[in-house]
């Protein structure tokens, strides 16, 4: 990996569409230690830099190039892919990242194979986040965590963990959010930022979620669906659905939660998080999807109705106690 970062290159860093927490904070990071080295680095996104993230951009808000992501990336020396390794999870520029011929590196720590072009591969199922890898990668490379790196890293960790909630926290989770803290950084303030400032149509939205809820006691399942609409009606954006599936998943008794909703593309997206012995990342690997063992998804062709009953059947034989 670090033989392919060479200083004078120019490398455009990318995530998956609607980037989550791991994501953003992983290429703002790596966009601040690549930058160091006088590596012209730019983070290409196939959608926009979620608003919700903005903060971690702060003054370096020129190093988002996603709305030109094409003309930069035909004239990258290296990509490097965070958060994924399959192709078809960047969108639109998927094709540009195929055609380029140039190596294409990926830093992930989910279970998959991945379909990206050839690149040299940081992979490992067993960190808590991808900007656990970045902090790895950082470390033995002997990078300064500059508070700007430490506070993007700590976001990272601190959202695909579900704030140190989730099961893929670990004691080395918490030694390397410790040792992140310790570069000077406001938790509070991060917190805040990340937890506490939520655009009035997120809450709105939520409202109508969770009248949709169902409860299945005997499969031990819960599940939810975004109203047709609700989203454009509230003037949200996907980002603004985190977490929101955890609401189902919190039902007590509830073994494997599901949010369902309608993407631009006419696909229908289903979200799982399970608690206990649901492994989800199977179950959406089944559908074409992927994922950890307790947060994994999927999107699927046809209606909601028609996804809806496919999901759900498969969902009760295997929420079944």
């Not at 983070?43 to 190093?63: V, W, Y």
């Not at 579900?162 to 004691?171: A, D, L, Q, V």
């Not at 499969?219 to 603004?240: N, Y």
């Not at 949010?259 to 608690?275: D, H, P, W, Y």
């Amino acid at each position: 990996m670090l033989k392919l970062l060479e200083p004078g290159m120019r490398v455009a860093l990318m995530t998956h569409v609607n980037a989550d927490g791991d994501g953003a904070g992983s290429e703002v990071a790596l966009w601040h230690l690549l930058t160091q080295r006088d590596i012209r680095a730019a983070i290409t996104n196939p959608t926009p830099f979620p608003e919700r993230f903005a903060f971690l951009l702060g003054k370096a808000a020129g190093a988002d190039k996603s709305s030109s992501g094409v003309k930069y990336l035909e004239r990258a020396d290296a990509i490097v892919v965070l958060d994924i390794a399959d192709l078809d999870r960047l969108g639109h520029l998927a094709r540009v990242v195929e055609r380029v011929n140039v190596p294409v590196a990926c830093i992930d720590h989910h279970v998959s194979n991945g379909t990206l072009p050839p690149g040299p591969r940081l992979v490992d199922a067993a960190a808590c986040a991808t900007g656990e890898l970045i902090y790895d990668l950082a470390r033995a490379a002997r990078w300064e965590l500059t508070p700007h790196v430490a506070r993007a890293l700590y976001v990272a960790v601190l959202t695909d963990t579900g704030g140190f909630r989730f099961s893929n926290t670990s004691p080395r989770t918490l030694h390397v959010a410790a040792h992140l803290l310790e570069r000077g950084l406001d938790a509070e303030q991060i917190y805040r930022e990340v937890y506490a400032s939520e655009p009035e149509g997120k809450i709105r939205l939520l409202g109508e979620v969770l009248e949709t809820l169902v409860v299945e006691p005997q499969h031990q399942l819960a599940w939810m669906t975004v109203p047709p609409g609700a989203m454009e009606r509230h003037a949200v954006d996907a980002s603004d659905l985190d977490g929101i599936v955890e609401f189902a998943r919190a039902v007590r008794g509830v073994q494997l939660a599901i949010l369902f909703r309608e993407l631009a593309n006419g696909r229908i997206k289903a979200s799982f998080r399970s608690v206990g012995h649901v492994d989800v990342a199977r179950m959406a690997e089944s559908f074409g999807g992927g994922g950890h063992r307790k947060a994994a998804g999927a999107s699927l062709e046809g209606t909601l109705a028609e996804v809806q009953a496919i999901v759900l059947d498969a969902a009760r034989s295997v929420a079944r106690p």
